[in-house]
């Protein structure tokens, strides 16, 4: 029987892959689009996909709440930059249906913040709690550097959008060596400041970002996480606390201000033991494995009927595949990236 929503209840256990491990958790990309040209994430000509390989948003939902029978807890929108998408608050609007039922325990994004001062109270209004917030720096000048196309000023009036919204924000920021390693310290003392969370992390080998072989320029950006914490380790007392999101990051307390810093380490430490997460593109190619190449065509089984058996399947034969970890690894003697597709087509 089907419950208010039109879901029909799991008839077998939730997703559980190989390794014993329950998928709770899922990352699913509205679009591959950005605002920015984050210099770590895309190449500044990028060729984005035509409209018709990108789902639409009731398919998007469709998928979302095949996974929400299936046992998901989580689920993160991310992009591209999830907030460039028309008409995405429908989205939310709709997938929030499942916090009320209590099928969802929390509905979230990953955004640049370019445009949360628009969709700010939206959000929380539609039963987002928090976001996470992707900055690398303080300084305007560097900020544009950086992301190439976006302005600091828009990003800190959205940040105020979402704290007036009462929406809890974690900053993420990637460490890039050479580039903003020297500004960690303030980072960390701003974000006690504002009452934010803040997770630093490594650079990934995905996808080439100069057009000339990004091998080279990830080993220039690679600043292993384990040096950053013991430069800050020198100014503030770092506890290790047992704090987890469904996230990757491993957290401490710093003791001085009370406020969490989570470290994720998918070079230096690993956090493939404890995975629970897969993520979906905006094609509907469902990836097991961030750092695996191997995927599942979740978009013809979606638009081949108007029913989700045979979406269900295809959703667990996949997990069925799911690897014990990835394969990253950054290297003078590796000239291409690990994976050859760019964070912003995979998600986040």
Same mark, same amino acid.
């Given at each position: 029987?089907?419950?208010?929503?039109?879901?029909?209840?799991?008839?077998?256990?939730?997703?559980?892959?190989?390794?014993?491990?329950?998928?709770?958790?899922?990352?699913?990309?509205?679009? #591959?689009?950005?605002?920015?040209?984050?210099?770590? %994430?895309? +190449?500044?000509?990028?060729?984005?996909?035509?409209?018709?390989?990108?789902?639409?948003?009731?398919?998007?939902? @469709?998928?979302?709440?095949?996974?929400?029978?299936? *046992?998901?807890?989580?689920?993160?929108?991310? *992009?591209?930059?999830?907030?460039? @998408?028309?008409?995405?608050?429908?989205?939310?609007? +709709?997938?929030?249906?499942?916090?009320?039922?209590?099928?969802?325990?929390? /509905?979230? /994004?990953?955004?640049?913040? +370019?445009?949360?001062?628009?969709?700010? #109270?939206?959000?929380?209004?539609?039963?987002?709690?928090?976001?996470?917030?992707?900055?690398?720096?303080?300084?305007?000048?560097?900020?544009? @550097?950086?992301?190439?196309?976006?302005?600091?000023?828009?990003?800190?009036?959205?940040?105020?959008?979402?704290?007036?919204?009462?929406?809890?924000?974690?900053?993420?920021?990637?460490?890039?060596?050479?580039?903003?390693?020297?500004?960690?310290?303030?980072?960390?003392?701003? %974000?006690?400041?504002?009452?934010?969370?803040?997770?630093?992390?490594?650079?990934?080998?995905?996808?080439?970002?100069?057009?000339?072989?990004?091998?080279?320029?990830?080993?220039?950006?690679?600043?292993?996480?384990?040096?950053?914490?013991?430069?800050?380790?020198?100014?503030?007392?770092?506890?290790?606390?047992?704090?987890?999101?469904?996230?990757?990051?491993?957290?401490?307390?710093?003791?001085?201000?009370?406020?969490?810093?989570?470290?994720?380490?998918?070079?230096?430490?690993?956090?493939?033991? +404890?995975?629970?997460?897969?993520?979906?593109?905006?094609?509907?190619?469902?990836?097991?494995?961030?750092?695996?190449?191997?995927?599942?065509?979740?978009?013809?089984?979606?638009?081949?009927?108007?029913? #989700?058996?045979?979406?269900?399947?295809?959703?667990?034969?996949?997990?069925?595949?799911?690897?014990?970890?990835?394969?990253?690894?950054?290297?003078?003697?590796?000239?291409?990236?690990?994976?050859?597709?760019?964070?912003?087509?995979?998600?986040?």
């Amino acid at each position: 029987m089907a419950s208010a929503d039109g879901m029909v209840p799991a008839e077998r256990p939730p997703l559980v892959d190989p390794f014993g491990r329950a998928i709770t958790y899922v990352r699913v990309s509205v679009t #591959d689009r950005c605002d920015f040209r984050c210099v770590y %994430c895309m +190449s500044e000509d990028m060729h984005f996909l035509p409209k018709a390989e990108v789902l639409s948003l009731e398919e998007l939902d @469709r998928l979302c709440s095949a996974f929400v029978r299936l *046992g998901t807890r989580k689920l993160r929108l991310t *992009g591209g930059e999830p907030l460039v @998408r028309r008409d995405i608050l429908e989205l939310i609007r +709709s997938l929030g249906r499942h916090l009320r039922t209590g099928r969802l325990d929390e /509905l979230t /994004l990953t955004t640049n913040g +370019s445009q949360l001062a628009r969709h700010a #109270d939206a959000l929380a209004e539609a039963g987002v709690r928090r976001v996470n917030v992707s900055l690398d720096t303080l300084d305007p000048a560097r900020f544009e @550097r950086i992301t190439r196309w976006g302005r600091l000023s828009r990003v800190m009036e959205g940040l105020a959008a979402a704290k007036a919204a009462g929406l809890a924000v974690k900053i993420n920021c990637v460490a890039l060596k050479g580039v903003n390693e020297d500004e960690t310290e303030t980072l960390v003392a701003w %974000c006690a400041g504002q009452g934010f969370d803040l997770s630093f992390i490594e650079v990934m080998p995905l996808g080439d970002i100069d057009g000339a072989g990004g091998g080279e320029t990830r080993l220039a950006q690679y600043l292993p996480l384990s040096l950053l914490r013991a430069r800050l380790a020198r100014r503030w007392t770092l506890t290790d606390i047992p704090w987890r999101t469904g996230g990757p990051a491993r957290y401490v307390r710093v003791e001085e201000t009370g406020q969490r810093i989570g470290f994720i380490t998918p070079l230096t430490h690993n956090f493939c033991e +404890s995975c629970n997460r897969v993520r979906v593109t905006c094609t509907g190619r469902l990836f097991m494995c961030l750092g695996q190449e191997d995927s599942a065509d979740l978009r013809t089984p979606l638009r081949a009927a108007p029913d #989700d058996a045979a979406l269900t399947e295809a959703i667990r034969e996949a997990i069925g595949r799911k690897p014990k970890g990835h394969d990253f690894i950054i290297d003078r003697r590796q000239k291409g990236p690990a994976v050859g597709r760019h964070m912003s087509v995979t998600g986040g």
